[in-house]
């Protein structure tokens, strides 16, 4: 990551505001929060997100000091405060009910805090009228919360949790009650006020849209503990786990069983941004390269497949769809496997393969996926490729690409910029692609039940230990 | 059609049973006292024509009212009434909002059984509950015996007859009247704007006085009122647990009805007596009128 790029966590220098020191919280038999360790840092917009009943909520009331943590710490700026009770904190929160009072007027909600600190008169006003400005409140200062909307109560919730300049300001599904225009309008409105106040921001939501959006990273959490803590585009790009591949986004979950691949070089497993809460991936060790290699079987002849692919391919193509059976050889890598009587013709391989990673045997009689960056660690596990569906292409005609399936449409979703087509692929499992709309919708050329290839790279997956 | 008849239901009620009485005593209240059945005079005598209903309104005259500003008893019964109701009701204002409080805040569940505790004194004649209070507070009673027995006290204290009685009975007889509205003003509150409050920094004790008693406001003045308007006529109270110089104006009353036998004169205590209750209920009204826009 660059620089310039907002990434304290990366830096081993950085100081975190906030620290979870082994956190364990039960209630009675119940463990909300189990052994959790964790760092947040200044001016961070930290998501925490998962489902209902997994320990969110309870964590940041642990921060606000409604619950205390049964054993560990919990530190801000280095101070443990586990046991501190809420008043006296520098954290404030913005309720998901908003919390305000009924009784108090807009301007009386944003001055409550100020005047608790027994502030000079004029002080609070300033302060008062500049949240007011910065929540765009100024017409309603004197109106009672009944009488605004919802959008404008919770600005109010906002400026009176933000009213006293907390070092951490925790949200509890802050836009849950709003609509969804207004939402998105209104999660662009909190990041543009976390930046201008420079608070650190805690989000608690169930919405990953929204965790996604605001976040500069993102916690995903599942009984008590978080899986996986990274930026957006690693939890998305790179789930660790099937739990997180699953919660976050639409994804297909293709279980098989793993196979390492010849490598020229060492495998670098890690092509994608390694998450933080990742285990370390073992470096492939020599003796596994050198296993590999031995395993390499013959190379398949390059000058015959690269004048093949340029010069027979257009005309290839369309022979494929109509008899995909009488396809030329398999490359090298399915060798072994083509000998099987039912394993049909292997696709035509581009030379521009990475070469490494794994294959994947997921159904007998489909080709095994090709998963360049697969972890060769996993060889001979039980894994799970998860596949994004706007990560594979639909066409009717079979593609030139490194992993092809071939199925027939049984749903089209239509979203209106997009569409999502969910394709039984031959052996009954069922794959979801998405495409954009780019041609109106009266020429799109695929239907129901038409037998379409889904296409995909070799990268474009996550090789996933099944779980 | 059938919203005017709708409408004329609560109107002949009150017509009926408000209207046509309060006439009567106020007529009543304009009378002499006469040695006949009924015991005053003039009578309206319709035989008579014309004549008999100039006589009847001739006859009518405020001689009772005067009389009740030249007797000093009168005065001071009315405002020793207003006295003992308004420190009764402040000392049920205390006893019942920490029940109500209580009950609110209780598991859900428990809740309907609170409720029904709470109004369930009311399934025995309040006659005998408040004639149990003389066995409780007497020289000889429960409360003087357990409190000696436990050796706190060398001789038994003089509770019963006195005012300390009295307020007792009312605090007792009166209590629900000021649970009920307080518990139903608390129980609405929403439990995370006293977290917020602390978040915001205040201690408990002052989001107590900041969010709890101002959102409890209605309940609290509804309460006041439907143990203050009551108590100021109270009558079996006084004259049970009260002792000779307990001055109330339902004893008043009493005495003046069914001892001097002089109906005119206690018809007019009575009407004075609804005046000076009229207005806290018109305050009462406002303040809901109040609390009903508010909560819009």
Redesign the interface.
Same mark, same amino acid.
């Given at each position: 990551m660059a620089d310039s790029v907002f990434a304290p966590w990366n830096d081993p220098e950085a100081k975190p505001l906030i620290q979870f020191k082994g956190v364990t919280k039960r209630f009675g038999d119940f463990t909300a929060i189990d052994d959790l360790t964790q760092n947040i840092y200044e001016r961070e917009f930290f998501a925490l997100l998962g489902p209902s009943g997994c320990g969110k909520t309870t964590l940041m009331r642990m921060l606000a000091g409604f619950e205390e943590p049964t054993e560990g710490q919990i530190l801000l700026n280095g101070v443990d405060i586990g046991h501190v009770p809420p008043n006296k904190r520098a954290v404030n929160m913005m309720f998901q009910s908003y919390a305000l009072f009924p009784h108090l007027s807009v301007y009386d909600n944003i001055a409550f805090g100020l005047r608790r600190e027994k502030k000079p008169k004029d002080e609070i006003h300033a302060r008062v009228k500049e949240m007011l400005r910065l929540t765009r409140l100024d017409r309603f200062a004197q109106r009672k919360p009944h009488q605004i909307s919802g959008g404008q109560r919770q600005r109010v919730a906002l400026a009176r949790s933000l009213a006293k300049a907390p070092k951490l300001l925790l949200l509890d599904e802050p836009l849950g009650a709003l609509d969804k225009k207004l939402r998105e309008e209104t999660q662009f409105e909190l990041m543009d006020i976390q930046e201008k106040t420079g608070t650190t921001f805690i989000i608690v939501t169930h919405d990953q849209e929204e965790a996604m959006t605001v976040a500069s990273r993102v916690a995903v959490m599942d009984e008590g503990r978080i899986v996986q803590v990274a930026t957006p585009d690693v939890i998305y790009e790179a789930p660790n786990s099937v739990y997180v591949a699953d919660f976050i986004g639409d994804v297909n979950l293709i279980r098989g069983t793993a196979r390492a691949r010849p490598a020229d070089s060492p495998p670098e497993a890690a092509v994608e941004p390694t998450p933080e809460t990742k285990p370390a991936p073992p470096k492939a060790t020599a003796s596994t390269s050198a296993s590999i290699a031995e395993r390499t079987g013959p190379q398949p002849n390059t000058l015959g497949r690269a004048l093949h692919d340029k010069l027979l391919s257009p005309i290839f193509g369309k022979w494929i769809e109509d008899e995909p059976r009488r396809l030329p050889p398999p490359s090298a890598a399915e060798a072994p496997r083509a000998a099987a009587p039912q394993t049909p013709a292997a696709p035509p391989r581009p030379q521009d393969i990475p070469p490494g990673g794994l294959e994947i045997d997921w159904s007998t009689g489909q080709a095994a996926i090709i998963a360049a960056n697969g972890d060769p660690v996993l060889d001979g596990e039980k894994v799970v490729l998860a596949l994004r569906p706007e990560k594979l292409g639909i066409a009717k005609t079979r593609p030139d690409a490194p992993n092809t399936l071939k199925g027939k449409v049984i749903d089209i979703a239509y979203l209106g910029n997009i569409s999502t087509y969910h394709v039984e692929i031959e052996g009954g499992v069922m794959v979801k692609a998405q495409a954009a709309n780019t041609r109106r919708i009266a020429r799109r050329d695929i239907t129901w039940e038409d037998e379409v290839w889904l296409s995909f790279t070799a990268t474009a997956g996550v090789v996933l230990k099944d779980e | 059609m059938r919203r005017a008849v709708l409408i004329a239901v609560p109107y002949l009620w009150l017509l009926a049973l408000f209207l046509v009485p309060f006439i009567i005593v106020l007529k009543i209240s304009l009378s002499d006292i006469a040695l006949a059945r009924p015991p005053y005079a003039p009578q309206l005598d319709l035989n008579e024509g014309w004549a008999g209903i100039r006589a009847f309104f001739t006859g009518l005259d405020l001689e009772n009212f005067t009389f009740l500003t030249t007797d000093d008893l009168y005065w001071k019964a009315y405002l020793s009434s207003v006295r003992i109701a308004a420190v009764a009701t402040l000392c049920t204002l205390l006893v019942g909002y920490p029940i109500a409080y209580g009950m609110a805040r209780a598991p859900q569940e428990w809740r309907p059984t609170l409720l029904m505790l709470v109004i369930l004194p009311f399934w025995t004649s309040f006659l005998i509950r408040v004639y149990s209070w003389i066995g409780i507070l007497s020289t000889e009673g429960v409360l003087n015996q357990f409190l000696m027995g436990i050796g706190l006290i060398g001789e038994p204290l003089t509770i019963l007859n006195t005012n300390t009685a009295v307020y007792i009975g009312i605090v007792y007889t009166y209590l629900p009247f000021m649970i009920l509205p307080i518990y139903s003003a608390l129980e609405k509150m !929403?439990e &995370? $704007?006293l #977290? +917020? +409050? #602390? !978040? $915001?920094? &205040? &201690?408990r004790l +002052?989001a107590f006085w $900041?969010?709890t008693i101002?959102?409890s @406001?209605n309940g609290i003045v509804a309460g006041c009122f439907l143990v203050f308007i009551p108590s100021i006529g109270e009558f079996v109270i006084p004259s049970l647990l009260g002792g000779s110089d307990t001055l109330m104006i339902g004893k008043v009353l009493w005495e003046e009805f069914f001892s001097n036998r002089d109906w005119p004169v206690a018809s007019a205590v009575a009407v004075v007596l609804l005046l000076i209750l009229i207005i806290p209920i018109v305050l009462f009204q406002r303040s809901e009128e109040k609390a009903r826009e +508010?909560? @819009?």
């Open positions: - | !929403d &995370s $704007l #977290e +917020a +409050a #602390e !978040d $915001l920094g &205040s &201690s +002052a $900041l969010v101002p959102l @406001r +508010a909560g @819009r």
